[in-house]
């Protein structure tokens, strides 16, 4: 199943975004521990968390969230994250238990600098939520920006064919056992050659936001998937 998706013309070239959302759904998942309708505020006057997230009616103004799911979103966070943030480390520990077939540190450590948008070392329930409400609530130009910047790693407003072979390489890497048929060690860089055959208009060796999202929003593959990341939450 997975040969057969990487075979197909769209989600080729843009295989990490629909591997991010399926590893956020997983999260999300293990997050659904109850649905009370205890009040968030409550837990947060009652808790003693190193770090406080803001309001909830501020939350709910900020992101494209209800109440209620943002009630369910705080347990599970809290609950994997009991001192209120997530550090990288805890990002690796999550992604090795969702795949431990392979090694998923540094494709977890690429997702959490996207996440650390502050870029101080940790992951607050604001940043998440923030982060959720693009990629599962957000306009496909908000999601394509969001997947532009996992890309671009050094953030210089980029994606060079080094950049994006450090992530085909994670990805793979973070798969493991479950790539089938047995990737050759040339796999990853054809991908990119591949990539960037369909998006670096220019052929100036590097592929701009503009690039991209043009690029994206003209494969009726690209759009398809993004329906699908609708349905996580």
Known sequence: MLSAIWETEGLQTLGIVVLVFASIKLLHLLGLISFEEDSVEDELELSTVRHRPEGLQQLEAQTRFSRKELQILYRGFKNECPSGVVNEETFKDIYSQFFPQGDASTYAHFLFNAFDTDHNGSVSFEDFVMGLSILLRGTVQEKLNWAFNLYDINKDGYITKEEMLDIMKAIYD??????????????????????FQKMDKNKDGVVTIDEFIDCCQNDENIMRSMQLFESVL
């Open 174 to 195: 973070m798969m493991g056992k479950c790539t089938y048929p047995v990737l050759r060690e040339e796999t990853p860089r054809q991908h990119v050659e591949v990539f």
